[in-house]
């Protein structure tokens, strides 16, 4: 099956600052998400990006399709972005693998 | 008008009991499927349904048996439960485009633990 790697697996940020996640995976896909896991353990959908940038306010998203990686920005971060981040991908299978998550820390 | 809503939220038990975790979503999906969700917060898919018709069934043990009355439920029974099945199980839906899986959309976890 498709092996997704997260980078980096641990994160602490000083509130306003900002970061790049990155997602990386073995093999061609037609489905890309990234979700945010609160403190609270609600998973939250980000972006459905199987390839090219999105962006939605503070945050945005590129995925190169032929490089088979994805990167997540948060700009500008808030206490309320931590938590974890996940990135999840499918290939034609329909089932999606979640990689094992970039867990953020934003301090005041 | 929570979108996928699970219960119950939280579930405490012994070991070898029997019960049950309900799905619903109002999202007009036509697909609904179960993760689990580990100490480690590896999260991995169990099983999916689309239109009632299961089409993905992991390597979970037979203990585990889902159940779709309609497109808009799945239900996950869980029999003679052991302590390795304490994780947190979420259920989540999307939408198929032609072959294509859109955005899915996770309920709020069902929190088990077995003692």
């Known amino acids: 099956g498709i092996q997704v790697e997260q980078s980096p697996p641990d994160l602490i940020l000083q509130e306003g600052a900002n970061s790049t996640l990155r997602c990386n995976f073995s093999?061609?896909?037609?489905?890309l998400q990234w979700f945010h896991q609160n403190p609270w353990g609600q998973l939250i959908n980000l972006f459905y990006?199987?390839?090219g940038t999105k962006q939605n306010g503070r945050l945005s998203a590129t995925t190169v399709a032929t490089e088979r990686y994805s990167l997540l920005y948060i700009s500008s971060s808030q206490t309320t972005d931590s938590g974890v981040y996940f990135c999840?991908?499918?290939?034609?299978?329909?089932?999606?693998?979640f990689g094992t998550g970039t867990r953020l820390q934003v301090t005041l | 008008d929570t979108a996928v809503s699970q219960t119950p939220k939280y579930l405490v038990t012994q070991m070898g009991n029997d019960k049950s975790i309900k799905c619903e979503q109002n999202?007009?999906?036509?697909?609904m499927y179960w993760y689990k969700q580990d100490s480690k917060k590896f999260l991995k898919i169990m099983f999916s349904?689309?239109?009632?018709?299961?089409?993905i069934n992991e390597t979970v043990p037979n203990r585990f048996s889902p159940k779709s009355p309609d497109k808009a439920h799945l239900n996950l029974h869980i029999n003679s439960l052991e302590l390795g099945d304490s994780a947190v199980y979420f259920c989540?839906?999307?939408?198929?485009?032609?072959?294509?899986?859109?955005?899915?959309?996770f309920g709020p976890g069902t929190r088990l633990l077995v003692l």
């Open positions: 989540a839906s999307s939408q198929f485009s032609g072959h294509l899986q859109e955005t899915q959309y």
């Open positions: 093999d061609s896909v037609n489905n």
């Open positions: 990006i199987p390839s």
């Open positions: 999840a991908v499918a290939g034609t299978a329909s089932k999606l693998t």
């Open positions: 999202l007009g999906h036509d697909t």
């Open positions: 349904y689309n239109n009632k018709e299961l089409i």
